[in-house]
């Protein structure tokens, strides 16, 4: 009895000191709470991210989830019209190719300053140009996906997956006129000044704080202070803060932008949210304004809560891979005709794609300039399917399907849907399927792109900005594993038409570029698929952009 | 005690090099591979194989280990490939989030799992018991995610309790050692306690419910097992009162299977988190998790999952530690 009080005594005493100790810890940490209050009046969104950004340095990755942050910050020479792919001066108020397309001229715009204070002209176009042409190391040259991608190499390559560079050099006519020398024409010009990769960024800012360097240890990558917490544009918003417990990124106005004015809102938070039901609730709860990517399935529910869920113009386009080196038969046009018009793609789009996506008749969304209405359409019509594979010796035929996993995308809401219903439709048509289902980041390209294991698989494609050749181009304009075919008139009129200088001809260049491509039909286009954007009632001025290119300049929380 | 300590200490150094080999071993033997996840749509294979190339992870797999354990005996673990920060420092900031929370399920759990054991073994084959039982069922066989979303579109509205990360966004909480509530504590933004408590509620409940009907199961096993000792018959029988044979001689003795369940309920919760600190957007080391492995994030992954070991170490020498404080009779040497 004696021992139970004993202990009794000792737990209050516990607590006591417990109390104690909270007392004489509160006493030494000051809350740094700021009681003013807020100070402007334009009010803070907070955005849903769906992923963790690496950092903010746009030529250093491919990924939205930087993309979505930086463009509110920086701004490229020419920019997207919002809501459209129409391109629109943005730091560059003219832009105009010389008839050979090797120099490109471009007037900018006065008066603009970056966010540090460092005025805006044709020194620092320059300056970021040879930044990247003269960018150095392994690390730093590998990540820069984009710009290699557009301008085939660097001054000196550090992988032989690079090819010779594109561009020769940069001059400042005078501070209001920069001039762009290549060494040979590129037809994504001038599209391909809007990406976000290519953002002019603070000459200044990026010398202080060291931003080339990206260093390398064991299996990781450092970047310097100045993708982490410097990064300095000319945009309406600039760089505040990035919490990474919170996962929040804060940018605040900035009230100097010109570009075109400084932003409604005072603040602006992307919080990240990796699961897309997890969005849904912040939402629902307030926690957040609005987010990317809502499931389709989600739409009819959030509008009934009173949310706006904008519907982007399709800019993407889902297609049924064939890999000719796979099965022998699919050589044969026949067999590949057959895929095509034994697909119910109408009723797919209605039944599995949410509201604005529409039928693919080719490999290019309608938006694109290049896009023709003019070509082989393949409509739904199993008895003829039937009647091509028989003619075709091909009856039996027994095909590997590969499909992807644990993945969505703006082209692909929900793959294991899209594979059923799209081997239901091959089965009618006599076809055995043998379903090979894996795991995104977990082989899935590897094995489709890489070792091209397959026989026809799924796959898809969000465009970068609106020239064909990133998409036709990307696809069939050389021998790829993916498709396993090797057709070097195809090949050959891709390159044409890439080399084709801008405007009427590059276009036209294009649209018969489509026109061979659907005769030939090396894979099936199933559908352009429409992603959405969500923001709750209060949310306005916000215009949902086919490439996803959303900016919060105008935005205000009513 | 301070020699079990250092021995147990000293085990624990081959187990944890095992572990990393195996780790090692089999995270690189997963399909995929940190590039492909990192570069996203627009790689080709030629840029993945240069990335990986860059990365070092075209070398041999023995040769990578060895670097890295080279560097990992230094303490450093490198940088995810997610976020580009030292994972070290990463699971510093995110550690705070996943205690709170795994320190309020195991609350939750044992303050409801004992008694409710005690119960249903007192009342045995009646009412009690019976519901408890079918209740533990239910806690064990539901998954945790489930259970989450469940909780958040049922109970997170008419309860008023956030259904979404550890702080509402406007509370402006100064964060200084990042457990939320002993931050609210120390600085006396009382506001900034209540809503962390708020937003740890229905994570807590979701990650107890295993361990909570396991411990319940478990107490109430080993008190049925102990009530039917010669002891308690012999204590019963002098006459002793119902509640000190109850405290001193039922529960005392029941309690060593019990204690050894929460020991490995502690070490399996970081599993439970996982899936936990997800659905709820509660960014702890499960959420790191979670995002390290759709990303293929090797160094992240290394860190993590060798953290996690050393942590269930600790705690099952904690656990043997503390049944000699319940039961002299094996106390340690």
């Given amino acids: 009895m004696q021992q139970l009080r004993l202990t009794r005594t000792r737990r209050a005493a516990l607590i006591g000191l417990a109390g104690v100790l909270a007392v004489s810890l509160s006493a030494c940490a000051e809350s740094k709470r700021d009681d003013a209050g807020g100070g402007g009046s334009g009010g803070t969104m907070v955005f849903g991210n769906t992923g963790n950004p690496k950092m903010f340095d746009p030529v250093f990755t491919d990924e939205g989830e930087t993309y979505r942050i930086t463009r509110q910050m920086l701004d490229t020479l020419v920019q997207n019209k919002p809501g459209t792919a129409d391109l629109e ?85 005078d501070p209001n006129t920069a001039v762009l020398n290549l060494n040979k024409p590129k037809g994504a010009f001038p599209a391909a000044f809007t990406l976000p990769s290519l953002s002019i960024q603070s000459p200044t800012a990026l010398k202080q ?77 307030g926690d957040i304004d609005g987010y990317d990517f809502p499931a389709p399935a989600d739409y009819g529910l959030l509008r009934k809560d009173g949310d706006q869920v904008l519907v982007r113009p399709s800019f993407n386009v889902l297609y049924l891979g064939i890999n000719q080196s796979g099965n022998p038969k699919l050589k044969d046009p026949r067999v590949r005709q057959a895929l095509a018009y034994g697909i119910n793609r109408q009723q797919f789009v209605q039944s599995k794609l949410a509201e604005g996506s529409e039928v693919a008749t080719e490999f290019v969304p309608k938006a694109i300039s290049g896009y023709t209405d003019d070509v082989t359409k393949y409509p739904y019509d199993p008895a003829k399917a039937k009647d091509l594979l028989k003619q075709a010796g091909a009856s039996n035929l027994s095909l590997k399907f590969y499909y992807p996993t644990e993945v969505t995308r703006p082209y692909m809401p929900n793959p294991a849907d899209t594979f059923t219903a799209i081997s239901q439709d091959l089965k009618n048509i006599g076809i055995t399927i043998q379903p090979v289902a894996e795991s995104w980041n977990g082989g899935y390209k590897d094995d489709v792109q890489q070792f091209g294991k397959q026989d026809i698989h799924l796959l898809g494609w969000t465009g970068d900005y609106n020239d064909a050749g990133n998409f036709v181009g990307t696809f069939f304009g050389r021998q790829k594993k993916e498709f396993g075919f090797d057709n070097p008139d195809l090949f050959k009129a891709l390159g044409d038409a890439d080399a084709s200088p801008p405007g009427d001809q590059h276009a036209k ?33 916000v215009v949902a952009s086919p490439l996803t290119d959303e900016r919060f300049n105008n935005v205000t929380t009513g | 005690m301070l020699r079990f300590i250092v021995r147990r200490v000293l085990q624990a150094i081959p187990t944890l090099l095992i572990l990393s080999i195996l780790v090692f071993a089999w995270l690189r033997s997963l399909p995929g591979g940190p590039a492909a996840a990192l570069l996203g749509d627009k790689a080709t294979p030629e840029k993945i194989a240069n990335l990986n190339h860059v990365l070092g992870l075209d070398q041999s797999i023995i040769l990578q280990y060895f670097k890295f354990l080279g560097r990992a005996v230094t303490g450093d673990f490198g940088n995810s490939l997610v976020s580009a920060q030292p994972v070290m420092s990463e699971i510093g900031t995110f550690l705070p989030a996943t205690l709170e929370l795994g320190i309020s399920a195991m609350i939750i759990a044992v303050v409801l799992g004992i ?72 600085t006396s933004e009382w506001d900034a306690v209540w809503d962390a408590i708020k937003h740890l509620i229905l994570p807590a409940f979701a990650l107890a419910t295993i361990p909570l009907a396991v411990i319940t199961r478990i107490s109430r096993a080993s008190v049925l097992d102990v009530l039917n000792e010669d002891f308690i018959r012999t204590a019963n029988s002098k006459g002793l009162t119902q509640p000190v044979v109850r405290q001193r001689h039922v529960l005392r003795n029941a309690l060593l299977p019990v204690v050894t369940t929460i020991g490995l309920q502690t070490g399996a919760l970081l599993g439970g988190a996982v899936l936990t600190e997800r659905v709820f957007n509660f960014r702890g080391l499960g959420f790191l998790l979670a995002e390290g492995i759709e990303k293929r994030d090797y160094p992240r992954l290394q860190a993590l999952l060798l953290f996690g070991a050393l942590v269930y170490v600790v705690v099952n020498m904690l656990v043997d530690i503390s049944y000699g404080l319940i039961d002299p009779r094996v106390r340690v040497r």
């Fill in chain 1, 89 to 173: 001066p943005s730091l560059a108020t003219k832009w105009e190719p010389s008839n050979d397309g090797k120099t490109w001229t471009f007037s900018l715009k006065q008066g603009v300053k970056f966010s540090d204070g460092t005025p805006f002209n044709a020194e620092a176009v320059c300056y970021n140009f040879d930044r990247w042409y003269n960018m150095k190391g392994a690390a730093a040259q590998s990540q820069m996906i984009y710009y290699a991608d557009v301008f085939g190499g660097f001054a000196h390559n550090e992988s032989s997956a690079l090819s010779d560079p594109l561009y020769k050099n940069c001059e400042a006519k």
């Fill in chain 1, 209 to 285: 704080y060291d931003a080339d360097k990206v260093s390398q240890s064991g299996d990781s990558f450092t970047y310097s202070d100045y993708a982490y917490k410097h990064v300095t544009g000319t945009g309406p918003f600039k760089f505040d803060s990035w919490d990474q417990g919170k996962g929040e990124i804060t940018l605040v106005r900035n009230d100097t932008s010109t570009m075109p004015a400084p932003a409604k809102l005072d603040k602006l938070i992307f919080k990240v949210i990796p699961d897309e039901n997890a969005r849904k609730q912040a939402l629902k709860a």
């Fill in chain 1, 509 to 541: 260049a294009y649209q018969e570029a489509n026109k061979q491509i659907m005769d030939y039909l090396p894979a099936v286009p199933i559908a352009y698929p429409s992603p959405a954007i969500v923001v709750n009632e209060k949310i306005k001025g």
């Fill in chain 2, 115 to 186: 008694p409710f054991g005690y119960l249903a073994a007192r009342f045995r084959g009646g009412i009690p018991d019976n519901v408890i039982i079918v209740l533990t069922l239910v806690g064990v066989a539901v998954p945790v995610f489930f259970l989450g979303y469940t909780m958040q579109d049922l109970l997170s509205a008419p309860l008023g309790l956030p259904s979404q990360g550890r702080q509402a966004p406007g509370i402006d909480a100064t964060a200084i050692t990042n457990f939320a509530i002993l931050d609210g504590i120390m």
